[in-house]
Every structure is written in structure tokens, then in C-alpha cells.
């Protein structure tokens, strides 16, 4: 099994700017893919971000020039830098590790954009 936690949501102002942290543990060898998804309320999850092991990334057109994913595969962690944040970026976010045998998701974690 694989264990991801993530870390670093909040509230924040519109305009402001977050750092998401992710770690996966466990089982982790052959994890390819890790990403950020994000879910608002009543609303599905959507991908906000992914990032291969070679370190090729796809974005969603509503963060592209906002958001930066990167990623330390020595340390299976991949972080989410968001900034110039809207109301519309509010939702829980969740980090995912993608294994030949499935995706793997975290807790997640709330990004609350509000004045």
C-alpha cells in the first residue's frame, strides 16, 4: 500500500499565494505520476495538476501561469506553488501518486480564497 499525506492549505486572501506539500510512503516503488486534484463543492474532483517521473507536467487551463507543480523523486513528495488565487481556486485539494495498480489519494486538504 501506498501512503500519501498532504499538507499546507489554509485561508488566504484574494490575490495571495499557498504552497501544498505532498509525501507518499509505503509501497512506493513504480509510482509514475503525482498530481493535485481539487473538488468545490457540489462539484466533481477535477485535476489541477500532474507531474510524471521524467518531470512532465499538464495543467489545467484555469491555473496555467498560476500554478507550478514540481516534484523530488528521491523523496516521493511533489509540491503545488499557487499563486494570484481567486474565490474560485476554494475547494478541498488532493494529492494523488499513480501506480500500475491504481491511483493512490491523500486526506486532502482545505485552500479556503476569501477577503
Known amino acids: 500500500q501506498v501512503q500519501v499525506v498532504e499538507s499546507g492549505g489554509g485561508l488566504v486572501q484574494p490575490g495571495g499565494s499557498l504552497r501544498l506539500s505532498c509525501v507518499a510512503s509505503?509501497?512506493?516503488?513504480?509510482?509514475?505520476?503525482m498530481g493535485w486534484y481539487r473538488q468545490a463543492p457540489g462539484k466533481e474532483r477535477e485535476l489541477v495538476a500532474i507531474?510524471?517521473?521524467?518531470?512532465?507536467?499538464n495543467y489545467a487551463d484555469s491555473v496555467k501561469g498560476r500554478f507550478t507543480i514540481s516534484r523530488d523523486n528521491a523523496k516521493n513528495a511533489v509540491s503545488l506553488q499557487m499563486n494570484s488565487l481567486k474565490p474560485e481556486d476554494t475547494a478541498v485539494y488532493y494529492c494523488s501518486a499513480r501506480r500500475i495498480d491504481g491511483d493512490y489519494w491523500g486526506q486532502g486538504t482545505q485552500v479556503t480564497v476569501s477577503s
Open positions: 509505503g509501497s512506493i516503488f513504480g509510482i509514475n505520476a
Open positions: 507531474v510524471s517521473s521524467g518531470g512532465s507536467t
